[in-house]
Antibody, heavy 117, light 105 residues
Framework: EVHLVESGGGLVQPGGSLRLSCAAS????????MHWVRQAPGKGLEFAAT????????SYADSVKGRFSISRDNSKNMVYLQMGSLRADDMAVYYC??????????WGRGTLVTVSS | IVMTQSPGTLSVSPGERATLSCRAS??????LAWYQQKPGQAPRLLIS???TRATGFPARFSGSGSGTEFTLTISSLQSEDFGLYYC?????????FGQGTKVEI
């Protein structure tokens, strides 16, 4: 069974940094593109960052470009999201999701990031 | 590709039919998925390839369309169907979601 477990969320001051982690299990991790999808309170879903299966390709939402960095360690079945220069509008639940043939077929439960002084 | 869903909110009584729409700013062929999200939960894949129902979802859920116009139909709403529904295209990079439709009582 596929399992994705996010961690690392919490309260951070504006301008601060945070590193999210996603532990994957139950599938061959190095086969799949992975996404961080975020959802601000009462809002819709947004692709925050994406990383290809081998880690060689990444993409970011315009809203986070230059501030966030996605990475993965296929030896540890982990994907990370390094977030910097955090702003109030980055406050959201951050989901780790597996892509299979374009579909986000497995999601973690999410980790909440709160940006507040 | 910009995905636009309508309506933003759909108020439906149990047992009634619900029709949700999703429009793409350019053709996505049949590379369109629908997700269901209930309060406090992660989204869950509901429909792939515009019309293929995911495992675990009953036949009252159906998807149709291709190109730029897509529809999700819930033939007879049950209490457990209320929540948020999102479409997502996977024909092009970057992947994009619609803004969602809330199905409420």
């Amino acid at each position: 069974e596929v399992h994705l477990v996010e961690s690392g969320g919490g309260l951070v001051q504006p301008g601060g940094s945070l590193r999210l982690s996603c532990a994957a299990s139950g599938f061959t991790f190095s086969d799949n593109t992975m996404h961080w999808v975020r959802q601000a309170p009462g809002k819709g879903l947004e692709f925050a960052a994406t990383i290809s299966a081998d880690g060689g390709g990444t993409s970011y939402a315009d809203s986070v470009k230059g501030r966030f960095s996605i990475s993965r360690d296929n030896s540890k079945n982990m994907v990370y999201l390094q977030m910097g220069s955090l702003r109030a509008d980055d406050m959201a639940v951050y989901y780790c999701a597996r892509e299979s043939w374009g579909l986000l077929d497995s999601w973690g439960r999410g980790t909440l990031v709160t940006v507040s002084s | 590709i910009v995905m636009t869903q309508s309506p933003g909110t759909l108020s439906v009584s149990p047992g009634e039919r619900a029709t949700l729409s999703c429009r793409a700013s350019q053709s996505v062929s049949s590379n369109l998925a629908w997700y269901q999200q209930k309060p406090g939960q992660a989204p869950r894949l509901l429909i792939s390839d515009a019309s293929t129902r995911a495992t675990g979802f009953p036949a009252r859920f159906s998807g149709s369309g291709s190109g730029t116009e897509f529809t999700l139909t819930i033939s007879s709403l049950q209490s457990e169907d209320f929540g948020l529904y999102y479409c997502q295209q996977y024909n092009n990079w970057p992947r994009t979601f619609g803004q969602g439709t809330k199905v409420e009582i």
